[in-house]
């Protein structure tokens, strides 16, 4: 947890306060959210993104449909399949396109698709901001995608795990709503939180039992205030966005250090808080072993992510220690 | 239905027999089916070949564990995520392979990747035999396929909705217990019976509670002899086998005539009951609108299936129209 | 199979025909539905009365909400959870009543309940149209339980298993649509068919993507023509409602010679087909074991059910058997 | 959260450690709450007691079994039909007995039910120490019922949501393990942690890839130090049993306010930190408008809840309220 996070929940653990999330601390929260995006969403506190994104797909979407999201999304390959845990089957059609961004003609073929009665119907399109491979789409990049997805029926959810990292890049948390965006997963952990997503939906009518949805799920806190508090001290203190534009800063210090210093090259533009690194198996293998946690991903590049708390001198170290394997 | 099975269907259609598949009817559908398979297995009568497989799945991998096929299965694009639906979940991975038969390269890797949380590892094998693309897998093949599989802990499903094909092809259908498959789909509709799949559990241990688990998934027939008959009038006439042998044959003849007389390419051996040809799109327009009701395949080759009640002349004709497009 | 049934699935079973439904068989049994119900709904044919149910359901109730019917409806008593299983876990709320008819005044105290976040709140009613106890409900009776419940938002589905049954005891059957109800199961197998129930969609709202769904749950027949054609046999002849119409005769033989010929007493009124009377056990297990299979029901009475195939001369002799343990 | 929580959460969170609970503090929490058990028991920390109880349970029964709890348990009436959603439509049996403690003979006439394919029969036990009405089971008491059950082959189940006041109470939490219980909600939240609920499998058969089915149920912390850490705290200070016991006394001493000054007579035994009071409408609606949050039970009677943080002046004072109200 950042301080202004911490320092939250504190200051919400004092007194007492009514439960399951009517408190003042979750209010607060999730008005300055609706701040921040710019719109009368209802917004509920969840445990964790996996949960969030779960949820949110399973408004969208029914088990014999499906949901299309780039093959690399992380509700394609990170979350052990929990899109179809908690809607019951519900299939997931992974699409390409470079760096995490969804390719446009490959979402107008996916709609073109005709209905029939034995594959699962496209019935959601997902969007990750900023992507699993760091990347950020623009406000164009993302109405040319909903644009077509809404035309054809389709709800849109956005990922947003990330999307302080993104806004921290330029991108205008504004242009969720405007664009057509039925429900945002908005990442609190990433940002410096407890375990928390904020659950927003803005198209009300998916909101009926909202409620009795979650605690069915096991995503009711009782201490409704413990779980909003973190993220509203992110919120309230400005965290939430300059802890991101600081990872953000360090990724591209690490990146040009790793162009400047190292013969590897990067596999993907770095346009957020995350570096990725062609490397031999070898060199991984090596920064592993002098304590470097980094991971291969599922292009084969070695990914390196900065947070709220990564240090210029962690950078200039881990710099040093790619270039040591030139 | 064959003639056979409606005969079959008529006869345990006269005076009054316990309910629910407990009567004699499906005790001797059992039994020959246990017969045919040289096994002490346990058999029920499903109504859909998607509920058998799906709940055979069901019973071999959890809602976070995933089942390993072909890419082409039915089970993975042809029962709109079935799979998912009984299963909670459950996740499918396709491999790779030529004409429908699981790659033993790519089955060795998918069973070498290493168990991680955040994905759904493999907990079963589904095998088709005969498989999508009318391919038919040797016992030797096989083998190399399931006992990597259960090396590894994994159950083994087979979907034997074309089994009678694979059988007429020569496939011995001992093979089956023998080589360490664990749930069956034993195929019925197909083969001339009226809409009726059996569930063949080899392994005792799923049985616990199968009767709870079918009438629960809305698979049990309150006149069970009804749903019984028929298959057990194509098993007792020995029209299960014989139907399949003439569709095999009247495949054979459909292929050799394309490759005679047209200058259409083959795009799979043909091994049971269905071709498939390589054709433009205004050549499977044209036979469509003929009147000869094909359909184009996930590979883009048009797929022509033949049955127990096709005539030779049918077969003779639709040649004539195929030569007539060159 | 009652002979109508029989001699249509024969007619149906010759030349060949469109799969999955699209057949000829299936439109005209479709159609004689819409007829007998005056209402234009969405018709599918579903192989059993529990899939049928569950899947009715699951388009009115999301799995955080829960469904009001009669303690002793077939879907809280006799399906092994089928509605929480087709719906993630449904909730299923048992309302009393005398003979299985839901009582007014319970359900209005159901309807009452506030909603809170912790339980699941009613999204729809169930009504059996004849009842377990054999009852059949007024137009009247209907009105007074639907009324409120449409009132307060509740969808509203009937499980017609009996509803042969209920119309020929005069019944109006356009009543159902006119009252409202959202969701029809109309009984097939126990009228005489083959294992076929079919689910009628007043509600068109609900039938977006049908065939998915109903593939997904393994309810989709390949030979549609071969399940639809037994029940088209049964309504073309008459035969749907005079098997009914005997079967009441006959009940109501078997009410008149106990009540004239024995010291037991009924525990229902003899509305449809089924009497229900109270036994010691020791003489319901003589009937048992005299051959007369017999059940004992939730109430403690003992259950005989009378079809189109009950004979005038069983029934005597039943009731002789019953005279003799006096 | 308790001081001794939150210090424990502050110190964390500082530095760098694995994610996902593969972490020291969660590390240190499990060995303590092995240690309370005296059992190797497999420990998982989860964000909420309705996923715990649920998961838990969904090891225990499959969806077409069903599992056998007191009516007015927590998993039955106060979490959405929770066990339903994980479980896939599992059942729940609602079994009778005094102050929450299930009823030794209702037990064993459900153990001898019957096992038809038409209901679901029961697979697990399932036992809340403390119960909902504050009582604490003997060990004498749960023998009584644990092995019977166990006799039978059904599983076994404790939630420990309140087991820090059993414990407090006299009940020794070896005796869990030893009884034979297979799975445990551990409580964290009542007990002074933030939203922690440790789930502890005893039973290492149904441990099997326990971390992808969290990870699926959107169970799994990526900060797992942070989870764990309250808890942590806790049991380290002591403060998890000695806030509980402090809960206790205030609870005593409010029922013997209660009994000494007012003219309301208590509900149930007072055994652990709850206070059921029967009292009409009007006085409950008197103690809620004066700013006394206080709930309408199951049984009518009204609940005053005591915690670790209930004062002795605010007893005190709600005995005056009360008092006043006579």
Not at 285 to 290: D, E, S, Y
Request: aromatic share 6%.
């Amino acid at each position: 947890m950042a301080p202004s996070a911490l320092q939250s929940l504190i200051a919400a653990n004092t007194g007492f306060a009514r439960a399951y999330g009517s408190d003042e601390t979750s209010a607060r929260a999730a008005d300055l959210i609706r701040q921040t995006l710019d719109a009368d969403a209802e917004v509920r506190f969840l445990f964790s993104g996996t949960a969030a994104n779960a949820i949110g797909l399973s408004m969208l979407a029914r088990p014999y449909e499906a949901v299309l999201a780039h093959h690399a999304a992380h509700i394609c390959t990170d979350e052990t399949g929990a899109p179809g845990f908690f809607g019951q089957g519900v299939g997931l059609i992974g699409l390409p396109g470079y760096s995490g961004k969804v390719d446009v003609a490959a979402l107008h073929a996916a709609l073109e698709e005709p209905v029939v009665g034995h594959r699962q119907p496209a019935a959601a399109l997902s969007l990750t901001q900023a992507t699993e491979y760091g990347a950020v789409y623009s406000e164009e990049e993302l109405r040319h995608l909903i644009e077509p997805a809404k035309g054809a029926g389709l709800g849109v959810h956005m990922d947003g795990a990330r999307l302080a990292n993104a806004v921290a890049a330029g991108f205008d948390p504004k242009n969720i709503a405007r664009l057509g965006v039925d429900v945002l997963s908005f990442g609190g952990a990433k940002a410096g939180a407890h375990c928390v997503e904020a659950l927003v939906i803005f198209d009300k009518g998916l909101t009926r039992r909202i409620d009795n949805r979650l605690k069915q799920a096991g995503q009711t806190a009782s201490k409704g205030r413990l779980l909003a508090a973190p993220l509203l001290g992110l919120l309230e203190s400005g965290d939430w966005l300059s802890g991101a534009a600081h990872a953000n800063l360090m990724a591209q210090r690490l990146a040009d250090g790793i162009e400047a210093r190292t013969s590897f090259v990067l596999a993907h533009p770095v346009e957020s808080n995350a570096v990725f690194v062609r490397m031999p198996d070898e060199a991984h293998q090596a920064l592993n072993a002098a304590g470097w946690a980094c991971y291969q991903f599922d292009d084969g590049s070695v990914r390196f992510v900065c947070s709220w708390a990564t240090e210029e001198a962690a950078v200039d170290a881990l710099i040093d220690a790619v270039a040591s394997l030139n």
